[in-house]
């Protein structure tokens, strides 16, 4: 089942679906990061930012990184994480809704 195509509409540069493990389970896009670098370094994100999140008594559901030109919008639905790259400027609110859209699906499995 492809979940990411939803994004594709809005030009996200790059898009992944992975689980805790890091692995690729799909892929949208092209360009760097790879979506294997993408995958990985999320779910890396996700596990180092667990402690803190139980420390606040919850635990990670979404997050941004930014830099000058891009910014990396991810939401952690289960043991997935769904994370999108765009370029600064884009409508962050539209791609992150539809990430939220899609995590709603995935946790309906």
Request: zero cysteines; charged letters at 25%; glycine letters at 12%.
């Given at each position: 089942?492809?979940?990411?195509?939803?994004?594709?509409?809005?030009?996200?540069?790059?898009?992944?679906?992975?689980?805790?493990?890091?692995?690729?389970?799909?892929?949208?896009?092209?360009g760097?990061?790879?979506?294997e670098?993408?995958?990985?370094?999320?779910?890396?994100l996700?596990?180092?930012?667990?402690?803190?999140?139980?420390?606040?008594?919850?635990?990670?559901?979404?997050?941004t990184?930014?830099?000058?030109?891009q910014?990396?919008?991810?939401?952690?639905?289960?043991?997935?994480?769904?994370?999108?790259?765009?370029?600064?400027?884009?409508?962050?609110?539209?791609?992150?809704?539809?990430?939220?859209?899609?995590?709603?699906?995935l946790s309906?499995l």
């Open positions: 089942m492809a979940y990411l195509e939803g994004l594709a509409p809005f030009g996200v540069k790059r898009a992944v679906l992975t689980g805790l493990d890091g692995l690729v389970i799909e892929a949208l896009g092209r760097a990061p790879s979506a670098v993408l995958a990985a370094e999320l779910a890396s996700v596990r180092h930012m667990a402690p803190l999140a139980e420390a606040l008594g919850g635990e990670v559901r979404r997050f990184l930014a830099t000058e030109d910014e990396v919008l991810a939401v952690r639905v289960g043991g997935y994480v769904l994370g999108a790259v765009i370029e600064r400027g884009m409508d962050r609110k539209a791609i992150g809704n539809e990430l939220s859209r899609i995590a709603l699906r309906e």
